[in-house]
């Protein structure tokens, strides 16, 4: 059992975080005194450390955890108008992060070098002597997952010529995991909402998008290009859509849509922010305006509702900083429309988790340490190096 005890000890802080030898003996099924061994060996070679909680030095009760020295993990996030970007352990625990403001229309190939740039800096400031093992990358368009290929067309314009996962590989020299970034903030959204077991999380930008989480993993689909709600088509003979498509519910609620309305409604060169001041005063086109957009995302809503029966609907983007007059609207067009058993008890949420980078930061970094290629990639690597300096025997 002692030979195998050490790759079972550092695949459980992967995958659950730091912990008390006690509870890894309990989670292990194995003796505290097999545990107490196999760690301390992993601390004398360095590849785990205690949090202290005292001057006095480490206990037994002490929490065990991987040190920098296991490897790092990173973690890019491409918004529309940020690129947030960490660096942290494989137990979870963020190191160092920066956020970059971006112009939406900024190529895709420039953010990710500099975003490159700065994982590298982050690194060396941290001063920790750890390597790079694995990165996170996330996304603001459609791209296979396994491959890297983005796939979505006119309307993914600023990746055009782009493997955004092969481009940052080679940058970094470490593997990339890649996700769309709408569906890692589904579980930001999660992350801050630990009694829901599952939610549906739907961005209002440029388009529409969603994410589902469920037991605090992400459903993507196959190859990460589920939940693409903006371009279901919602007339088929309807308004042209930069996907090649017609009708698709992004050219009725999208940001270019939204704008329309606003300057139709209090003139032009007005924006969002007005439309949110102009509703705080009273204004009865504004007022109005609010709640038709609210009744439209509601009741494009229905079929997902009705489909999956989510226990939370979380709505981000653009609006959400209209608060409850726009989320009641959207749970009247819901209640109006869906099957009651899907909405009775529905939630319906403003976000929070994916507005805070930390939180953000703290998914990118969980999505790598849930995936079990990863964990066993870097577990064989890390105790590859243990085994060879000291412990022939450890597996």
């Given at each position: 059992m002692l030979a195998t005890t050490p790759s079972r000890i550092?695949?459980?802080?992967i995958q659950d975080g730091p912990a008390h030898r006690a509870d890894l003996a309990r989670k292990l099924s194995v003796s505290r005194t097999a545990v107490t061994n196999a760690v301390d060996l992993l601390l004398d070679s360095g590849l785990v450390v205690t949090l202290r909680r005292s001057a006095e030095g480490a206990v037994l009760k002490d929490r065990v955890c991987l040190s920098p020295q296991f490897g790092l993990i990173g973690t890019v996030i491409v918004d529309f108008t940020e690129t947030i970007i960490g660096i942290g352990t494989l137990d979870g625990r963020l190191l160092a992060s920066r956020v970059l403001p971006a112009d939406p229309q900024a190529r895709g190939e420039e953010r990710l070098r500099r975003a490159a740039t700065v994982v590298r800096e982050l690194i060396e400031e941290s001063?920790?002597?750890?390597?790079?093992?694995?990165?996170?990358?996330?996304?603001?368009t459609q791209a296979d997952r396994r491959t890297g290929e983005v796939l979505g067309g006119i309307a993914s314009a600023s990746w055009s010529g782009t493997n955004p996962k092969v481009l940052l590989e080679e940058d970094l020299g470490c593997p990339v995991r890649l996700?769309?970034?709408?569906?890692?903030?589904?579980?930001?959204?999660?992350?801050?909402?630990?009694?829901?077991?599952d939610l549906v999380y739907v961005q209002l930008s440029y388009g529409v998008a969603m994410g589902l989480v469920v037991d605090g993993r992400i459903l993507g689909g196959s190859r990460r290009g589920?939940?693409?709600?903006?371009?279901?088509?919602?007339?088929?003979?309807?308004r042209p859509c930069s996907c090649a498509g017609r009708g698709c519910l992004m050219q009725y609620v999208g940001r270019s849509a939204l704008i329309a309305d606003i300057e139709a409604v209090l003139g032009a060169g007005t924006d969002v922010p007005d439309l949110f001041s102009a509703v705080q005063e009273g204004h009865a086109g504004s007022v109005e305006l609010l709640g038709t957009y609210g009744r439209r995302i509601g009741e494009a809503l229905v079929a997902v509702c009705n489909l999956l029966e989510p226990t939370t609907l979380v709505i981000g983007g653009m609006l959400s900083p209209a608060g409850e007059p726009f989320l009641d609207a959207v749970r009247r067009a819901l209640t109006d429309r869906a099957l009651p058993l899907a909405v009775d008890d529905l939630r319906v949420e403003n976000a929070t988790g994916s507005r805070r980078s930390a939180t953000v930061l703290d998914a990118g970094l969980l999505c790598l340490r849930?995936?079990?290629?990863?964990?066993?990639?870097?577990?064989?690597?890390?105790?590859?190096?243990?085994?060879?300096?000291?412990?022939p025997q450890v597996s």
């Open positions: 550092t695949a459980s802080l001063g920790d002597g750890g390597e790079l093992v694995h990165t996170q990358l996330a996304v603001n996700e769309n970034t709408v569906r890692l903030l589904a579980l930001a959204e999660q992350l801050e909402r630990p009694e829901v077991s589920a939940g693409e709600l903006g371009h279901t088509s919602i007339d088929l003979e309807g849930q995936d079990a290629s990863v964990r066993a990639t870097v577990i064989s690597r890390s105790l590859d190096t243990f085994r060879t300096r000291r412990f």
